[in-house]
């Protein structure tokens, strides 16, 4: 049964959302925590993204903020993500949403692909993302450094927050999402349900940027963004890449085995 309940015992009930739910008004909605979706791809964005979160935020709700993932470029794809949600990275818990509809290296490249998404994401913004997984696919991505948002449903029928959602307690992750037709006082229609394990305190340790020797990229990471341009050319690159503390040699000996040289 819902209720705006102080959490109990560490855990957390929330909801995610997209642009189906644009109608809806958290400020009136139970909930502790709102995931909002932000872009998918590198050519789609949530228009109602910041309405929702500024409606979160206004609420004194906990936020978060997931890219769901089309299997193109993961740098590419980070970097839409991390422009069109800017405003609230140090504020959020960011990410990732893999799932196999509208993506093709879904069941393919899994470890690779939501490696380099995630490790960029960390490297530009501090703030280490989760991964969005269901749970038949969950090994996939496994043993990463990333936590998990694991979905896994018993059936579709509707339902209010449950405190001890189906198979609770059989695989470990930090938020369980249990149903897609979850029904909750102020909206009228279908809200996925989601059980944090973590408690407030820990989410917004989660959400916050990180400083110091933990945001140093690898040299996979910085090889690749040379070659997409962002370190500039020449003697500017070489520079640019001794003032942030990387070996320039070392970066082009990487970026010349990435291209086949």
Known sequence: MASNKTPLKGYMDGIDISAWQDTIDITKVPCDFVIVKATEGTDYKNRYFAKHCDQAMKAGKLLGAFHYANGGNPHSEAEYFIAYSKKYVGKAILVLDWEGQNNPQFGR??????????????SKTGVKPLIYIQKSAMDNVKGLGYRLWVAQYPDYERTGYQEHPWNEGQYECDIRQY???????????????????????????????????????????????????????????????????????????????????
């Open 109 to 122: 490249s899994d470890r690779a692909w939501c490696k380099e998404w995630c490790d960029h994401v960390y």
């Open 179 to 261: 149903t897609s037709v979850g029904r909750l006082p102020g909206y009228d229609g279908n809200l996925d349900l989601n059980k944090s394990y973590i408690d407030k305190a820990t989410w917004k340790k989660y959400a916050a940027k990180k400083t110091g020797s933990s945001q140093k990229k690898s040299i996979d990471v910085i090889a690749r963004e040379v070659i997409a341009g962002d370190w500039g050319n020449g003697d500017d690159r070489k520079n640019r890449l001794k003032k942030a503390g990387y070996d320039h040699v070392k970066v082009q000996n990487k970026v010349n085995e990435m291209l086949g040289r």
